[in-house]
């Protein structure tokens, strides 16, 4: 089993910075992509930024410029580092995760998501 912590979400003046965390952990013998995902209320829920297990990062257009993705891959953590925050950026945001097992399993796993509340 593999399982995805994060923390670090909370109410911000627009305009501030929040920085998430997300742990891996468990029987992981190799984790490949990462993701951080955002969900806002009555919207699908979107992928904000992406980084590979090289460090290569990809990121939706609107938050360009503005969050940074990052990974330490011996710690099995990434942290998506948020400035300038808008209030359209209020979502509960997930860590996403493909890994393999030490039982030579695929799997994709969720965290339990983290609230990021921006007021104007």
């Known amino acids: 089993q593999v399982q995805l912590v994060e923390s670090g979400g909370g109410l911000v003046q627009a305009g501030g910075s929040l920085r998430l965390s997300c742990v891996a952990s468990g029987s992981i013998f190799s984790i490949n992509d990462m993701d951080w995902y955002r969900q806002a209320p009555g919207k699908q829920r979107e992928v904000v930024a992406t980084i590979t297990n090289g ?66």
Not at 74 to 95: G, I, P, R
């Open 55 to 120: 460090g290569s990062t990809n990121y939706l257009y609107s938050v360009k410029g503005r969050f940074t993705m990052s990974r330490d891959n011996a710690k099995n953590t990434v942290w998506l580092q948020m400035n300038s925050l808008k209030t359209e950026d209020t979502a509960v945001y997930y860590c996403h995760a493909d890994a393999h097992t030490y039982l030579s399993e695929y799997v994709e796993v969720w965290g339990q998501g983290t609230l990021v509340t921006v007021s104007s």
